[in-house]
């Protein structure tokens, strides 16, 4: 046996240990094409995309409606929605299975018995959106007023959920490929990355230096699934020097 079959083995008894090898392997599954979208982006080209139902369909399929989503915390900053969204799964693990053979009537009877454990996995990553203002004045509203702020937070809300949902391998064959052809970060995402870091107590050059030591590579060369993954540190720091100061 090759080493890399040996690898490959040992990731899927990984993977399967506690969800069970169905489970897993429907979350994981490649995603259909038929429920792969596209549009386009700012600065042109296009990138693919899976729109928020199918998520939803995808975790109730999963998961018999054991989940839950909600947004701790969120902030509005230079024209954007910023949130920090938590998915939570539960999944039913067999803990002990309890066998009893005997004899009744001169049949042989077999009694199973299974008790199950409730195991709970949480993911939590940002999303954003942009608040939406109409261009021009109207008969009933003026240039530069808000659309509907609450669409623009469930966009948020949305976009958060779905990176949670990657996180459980939820359709992240379609957003590997995204990210891997993506250079540079967004503005929206570097807003967040320099707001989270002066509240851990690190100006725009003290960030930069310490997120390219973070990642491993020069500014220039992130991508905003890299930066994302920065967030949680900071948040750590941040928490650590409040702490600290009371």
Partial sequence: ????????????????????????????????????AERPIRG???????????????????????WSYEVPESFEKDGQIVGRGRLTVHVPHLKRRTIRRYIENGRDIEEVSDEYEMLSIEKEQFGSSEIKRYAHDSGTHKQ???????????????????????ELGVFLDVYESRAAGEEGISKQQLNVFYMRAEQAGMDK??????????????????????????????????EKKEDESE
């Fill in 144 to 166: 530069g007023s808000v659309i509907d702020l609450g669409d623009d937070y469930k966009g948020m809300g949305t976009d958060a959920f779905k990176k949670c949902a990657t």
């Fill in 1 to 36: 046996m090759g080493r890399g079959t040996e690898l490959d083995i040992r990731r899927q008894q990984l993977k399967t240990k506690y969800l069970g090898e169905d489970l897993a392997n429907f979350l994981t599954e490649p995603t259909p094409e038929e429920i792969i």
């Fill in 205 to 238: 050059e003290a960030a930069e230096k310490w997120g390219e030591e973070q990642i491993g590579k020069p500014m220039s060369k992130w991508t905003d699934m890299e930066i994302m993954e920065l967030i949680p540190k900071l948040l750590d720091m941040e």
């Fill in 44 to 66: 042109g080209g296009r990138v693919k995309y899976v729109a928020g139902p199918h998520f939803i369909r995808k975790l109730n399929d999963c998961f018999g409606f054991l």
